[in-house]
Nanobody, 130 residues
Framework: VQLQASGGGLVQAGGSLRLSCVAS????????IGWFRQAPGKEREGVSS????????YYADSVKGRFTVTKDTAGRTLYLQMNSLKPEDTAIYYC????????????????????????WGQGTQVTVSS
């Protein structure tokens, strides 16, 4: 089982990037899936996740209105469209999958820290220059 993230890069503030996360050896349909990020010297934080049951998307306050998370109907790929990027969005972005949505949106309820996740992808670097 592997989650392969890609699409990161260097972009100017105000620009856009689209991240992809492809699952191999695993169909994503039964899992809540989402994106986390970790900036240098900071804790890993949740960015956005999608529920497996109803497809509802959840976002961190810091990215609401700028980022959009989607998944393909084949159940293999997760996307994160990032618009109006800011320097503070600079981080390594990771995709993740877990049987429980609450695991992925734990921080959105005001909790600190990241719970153990069923599957992590490797990260893709996003750098936003000012």
């Amino acid at each position: 089982v592997q989650l392969q993230a890609s699409g990161g890069g260097l972009v100017q503030a105000g620009g856009s990037l689209r991240l992809s996360c492809v699952a191999s050896g695993l169909r994503l349909d039964p899992y809540a899936i989402g994106w986390f990020r970790q900036a240098p010297g900071k804790e890993r934080e949740g960015v956005s996740s999608i529920s497996s049951s109803d497809g509802v998307a959840y976002y961190a306050d810091s990215v609401k209105g700028r980022f959009t998370v989607t998944k393909d109907t084949a159940g293999r790929t997760l996307y994160l469209q990032m618009n109006s990027l800011k320097p503070e969005d600079t981080a390594i972005y990771y995709c993740a999958a877990d049987r429980l949505l609450q695991t992925l949106i734990y921080q959105f309820d005001g909790h600190r820290g990241v719970l153990p996740v069923d599957y992590w992808g490797q990260g893709t670097q996003v750098t936003v220059s000012s």
